[in-house]
C-alpha cells in the first residue's frame, strides 16, 4: 500500500508562488509515475503536470512556463513549483502515483492524496 500526503497548499495574491509537495510512504518504487492533478468548483478534476521514472515531464497548456514538477527521490517527495499564480489556478491540487505512466496521465491512477486546497485572489 502507498500513501500520498500533499502540503504546501494555502491563499496567495495573484501573481504569487506557492510550492505543494507530495510526501509518498510505504511500498512507493521510485518507478512509478507521478502527477498533479487539480479540481475547481463545478469542474472535473484535470491532469497539471507529469514526470515519469525516467524524469520527462509534461504540463498542461495553460500552465506551462509557470509551474514546474520536480522530484526528489531520496526523500520519496515529489513537487509543484507554481509562479505568476492566477485566479483560475484556484482549486484543490491533489497528488498521484501510478506504475504505468499511461494509466496515469488518463486520471486513473492507483494512488491518491487527499489534496491540498490552492486559492489565487486578487
Known amino acids: 500500500q502507498v500513501q500520498l500526503v500533499e502540503s504546501g497548499g494555502g491563499s496567495v495574491q495573484t501573481g504569487g508562488s506557492l510550492r505543494l509537495s507530495c510526501a509518498a510512504y510505504?511500498?512507493?518504487?521510485?518507478?512509478?509515475?507521478m502527477g498533479w492533478f487539480r479540481q475547481a468548483p463545478g469542474k472535473e478534476r484535470e491532469g497539471v503536470a507529469f514526470?515519469?521514472?525516467?524524469?520527462?515531464?509534461s504540463y498542461k497548456d495553460s500552465i506551462k512556463g509557470r509551474f514546474t514538477i520536480s522530484q526528489d527521490n531520496t526523500k520519496n517527495t515529489l513537487y509543484l513549483q507554481m509562479n505568476s499564480l492566477k485566479s483560475e489556478d484556484t482549486a484543490t491540487y491533489y497528488c498521484a502515483a501510478d506504475p504505468l505512466r499511461a494509466r496515469l496521465f488518463e486520471g486513473g491512477a492507483k494512488y491518491w492524496g487527499q489534496g491540498t486546497q490552492v486559492t489565487v485572489s486578487s
Open positions: 514526470i515519469d521514472s525516467s524524469g520527462a515531464t
Open positions: 510505504g511500498y512507493f518504487y521510485t518507478t512509478y509515475s
